[in-house]
């Protein structure tokens, strides 16, 4: 399997259409965490005012990617009216997936550009002008598709050169990551990981410091994380996910999950039925 198949593939997301239509108003986004946003611009003007008081005025069709879900607003005109088809995109572990957190705070993109995405993008536009049976789900699946494609796109043109993605390039921290992601369960160590990137441990752990920007346990910890939400959402029980994320115990595991989450397993469950 290609490298980025790899990461987008075990650090998946999904998208859900809420807004699709004329738009002549305005509407705030409040980073919550969890959930980022999709705004596919067909027609324009529209204006994006982010947190910072920055603004992206767009007057052609375009994309933008809010992938940690940053506050921003967008606001159309007073007598003016815009066309938008907008997504919340939802990683299976939040904001705080490698993936999202190696893409820009948004990713603004003018369709024109976009080649190779035109098939995709007029089956989605086709499709969100229709009114035929499973619209929704099939709108919801090309965005993820779409999605998919901007970041080939990007990864291709070297703009996503760092954190995870520059370490699944580099040759030994590789190995390393791959381990981790393939292995979790495992009892994994300073030692035994930098032995896997055939490096001693101080210069892996340097490296991998530099590279990904985090200490390889906290990046070992926060994968483990992500993989048990996984696992708990698809309804296997606090012991056998402490099992699978390589803890040694369901204590130990509830520890470490409610430190980095800010709530216990089943509590988590709980908010996130609600």
């Known amino acids: 399997?290609?490298?980025?198949?790899?990461?987008?593939?075990?650090?998946?997301?999904?998208?859900?259409?809420?807004?699709?239509?004329?738009?002549?108003?305005?509407?705030?986004?409040?980073?919550?965490?969890?959930?980022?946003?999709?705004?596919?611009?067909?027609?324009?003007?529209?204006?994006?005012?982010?947190?910072?008081?920055?603004?992206?005025?767009?007057?052609?069709?375009?994309?933008?990617?809010?992938?940690?879900?940053?506050t921003h607003r967008v606001e159309v005109q007073p007598g003016q009216t815009a066309s938008l088809l907008c997504a919340h995109i939802v990683f299976h572990d939040g904001v705080a997936n490698p993936l999202a957190r190696v893409l820009p705070q948004c990713l603004v993109l003018r369709l024109s550009e976009m080649g190779g995405l035109g098939a995709t993008?007029?089956?989605?536009?086709?499709?969100?002008?229709?009114?035929?049976?499973?619209?929704?789900?099939?709108?919801?699946?090309?965005?993820d598709v779409l999605l998919i494609q901007v970041i080939r796109r990007e990864f291709e043109s070297g703009r996503l050169s760092l954190g995870l993605l520059a370490g699944l390039s580099d040759r030994q921290l590789s190995l390393a990551l791959a381990a981790i992601h393939e292995r979790p369960q495992e009892p994994w160590s300073l030692q035994s990981l930098a032995q896997v990137a055939c490096m001693s441990r101080a210069a892996?752990?340097?490296?991998?410091?530099?590279?990904?920007?985090?200490?390889?346990g906290e990046y070992l910890t926060r994968w483990?994380?992500?993989?048990?939400?996984?696992?708990?959402?698809?309804?296997?029980?606090?012991?056998?996910?402490?099992?699978?994320?390589?803890?040694?115990?369901?204590?130990?595991?509830?520890?470490?999950?409610?430190?980095?989450m800010g709530a216990s397993p089943r509590e988590w469950l709980k908010q996130g039925a609600a």
């Open 1 to 70: 399997m290609d490298k980025l198949s790899s990461l987008v593939g075990r650090h998946s997301f999904n998208a859900r259409i809420f807004y699709n239509g004329t738009f002549c108003n305005a509407n705030q986004f409040t980073e919550n965490g969890v959930s980022g946003q999709l705004h596919l611009v067909r027609q324009g003007p529209v204006d994006f005012i982010n947190a910072d008081g920055s603004v992206v005025s767009v007057s052609e069709p375009s994309l933008l990617f809010y992938p940690r879900g940053d």
């Open 121 to 143: 993008l007029d089956l989605l536009f086709s499709e969100a002008g229709a009114t035929a049976p499973g619209r929704e789900v099939i709108l919801d699946r090309l965005c």
């Open 204 to 216: 892996f752990t340097e490296r991998f410091r530099d590279v990904m920007g985090v200490p390889p």
């Open 224 to 260: 483990r994380i992500g993989v048990s939400t996984r696992l708990l959402r698809e309804g296997m029980s606090v012991k056998q996910v402490s099992s699978r994320a390589g803890y040694t115990s369901p204590s130990t595991f509830t520890r470490a999950f409610t430190a980095l």
